[in-house]
């Protein structure tokens, strides 16, 4: 059977297009997934306001839900916040698990915090948090496998490596050993689907990176606000990308990717990359 995932990231609550907020929530709705992954960056400077924000947000989209926090989810201005409070704030009102896990009988979801109080915009994931990705993906086989982060393992050619998240290329050979399938993240404000084969070249292994743009914040960086709607089934992935039209008022599909599965990995369907 074949699964639904609402794919979003980088809501930035403090800095948000307010007219999207009701029409996303009815597109989310209306299409009824399976599971809601939000991949980082709830808020736009981690204060209350914005996480009670976020949290009245999350409660109207679809349950269950996978949320792992961004770098905008750590307090800036307010060093002791950042230094020593860290993640109180995101704690109390999102979750206290930095780590959250889905598993059905198709698919195997797990996330991970890559935000770290000392690196202001960057992120990175360590030995011991990929260790546990690859304790809980490995007890999942036969099913699809999905790791949730903000910061990406992979990005288009056009972007410089420094953008990846931080011990990326020694976690993708981990990663590979596991079997990984699809990489979730956000973070840069930008939709693509990046294929690991062509940057990690690891032997039959090719993993897809799925980036998701902004949402919902007014920080388009020259895209669309957007989501993706990814339906898993029996070997095949298809990625959508849903961008709003402000002419419309309303999120609707402005494109589509397919992906099938070989035995060196994933791979385009009908040249669709």
């Known amino acids: 059977m074949s699964r639904t995932i609402l794919h979003l990231s980088d809501i930035h609550f403090g800095r948000v297009e307010s007219a999207i907020l009701d029409p996303l929530v009815e597109a989310a709705r209306r299409i ?3 599971l809601v992954v939000v991949s980082g960056d709830l808020t736009q400077r981690a204060r209350v306001s914005e996480f009670q924000e976020a949290r009245a947000f999350l409660d109207r989209l679809p349950q269950p839900q996978i949320v792992v926090p961004g770098n905008h ?9 950042r230094f020593v409070g860290k993640m109180d704030l995101y704690h109390r009102h999102i979750t206290e698990d930095k780590e959250p896990v889905y598993l ?7 996330g991970t915090n890559t935000a770290r109080a000392l690196a202001w915009k960057g992120g990175r994931v360590n030995a011991a948090q990929i260790a546990r990705i690859k304790e809980r993906l490995g007890a999942a086989d036969g099913r699809s496998k999905i790791v949730v982060t903000h910061h990406p393992f992979d990005l288009p050619e056009r972007y410089s490596e420094q953008h990846l998240v931080g011990g990326a290329r020694v ?8 079997g990984a399938d699809l990489l979730l993240a956000g973070h840069m404000h930008v939709s693509a689907v990046c294929r690991t084969v062509l940057r990690y070249r690891i032997v039959g292994h090719s993993a897809l990176v799925i980036q998701a743009g902004t949402a919902t ?25 849903w961008t709003w039209s402000s002419e419309r008022l309303l999120f609707a599909p402005a494109g589509c990717e397919r992906f099938h599965k ?8 009908d040249g669709s990359e």
């Open 32 to 34: 009824g997934p399976d």
């Open 73 to 81: 989810d750590v307090p800036l201005y307010n060093l002791y916040g």
């Open 104 to 110: 059905d009988d198709e698919i195997a979801v797990v």
């Open 171 to 178: 976690a993708m050979g981990h990663l590979a050993e596991c």
């Open 217 to 241: 914040s007014t920080r388009g960086r020259g895209e669309l606000n957007s989501f993706n709607l990814i339906r898993v089934d029996s070997g095949r992935v298809t990625v959508e990308r």
């Open 262 to 269: 070989t035995d060196g990995g994933w791979e385009p369907v």
